[in-house]
């Protein structure tokens, strides 16, 4: 079981890194296009578009990254004035309702998905990208947050914090 847990840490932190490298693209193409339309007066058609697309594999696949590392954002004014007990059982409740969550993320994200793959939609620009390239993600990032939000779980119980 740790052996899952582990795999599945490792894979939230290469897909974590991976985000920063989309991210890091995404300024090189739009730092590109704004040369490209205020100096040469030649804007591409292909810049905006593709950014758009990276920002949204970016964005999802680093989220579970996000929750190994514990950073997402949470209030915690309140935690001051609760033990430590009370805040682990908090963190078990909020892991089990992000489980939930994107479990049915996964499912109706899929059928979206799976329905423009099959029909074959596509965005209507002048690249004309699969409009799954871009829904894709939702059930893939969610997914990979899943994973992510058992393995947390199960590292809980087996710290025996809760």
């Known amino acids: 079981m740790s052996r899952i847990i582990s795999r599945v840490g490792q894979c939230s932190e290469f897909l974590g890194i991976a985000a920063a490298w989309m991210y890091f ?13 205020y100096l040469f007066n030649a804007p591409t058609i292909w810049a905006q578009e593709l950014s758009q697309l990276l920002f949204l594999w970016a964005t999802f696949l680093g989220i579970s990254r996000a929750l190994k590392r514990d950073q997402h954002i949470r209030i915690s004014a309140l935690e001051s004035f609760m033990n430590q ?4 059982w908090l963190r078990l409740v909020t892991l089990v309702f992000i489980s939930l969550l994107c479990l049915l993320v996964v499912i109706y994200g899929s059928t979206i998905f799976w ?6 939609r596509s965005t209507g620009t002048m690249l004309n990208i699969p409009n799954w390239w871009s829904e894709a993600v939702i059930p893939a990032g969610f997914g990979i947050l899943f994973l992510q939000s058992l393995a947390e779980i199960a590292g809980q119980f087996k710290d025996g914090t809760t």
């Not at 300024?27 to 339309?37: D, F, K």
């Open 25 to 37: 693209l995404i300024g090189l193409m739009i730092a590109y296009e704004v040369l490209a339309r």
């Open 85 to 88: 007990n009370t805040i682990r």
């Open 115 to 120: 329905d423009s793959f099959v029909r074959g």
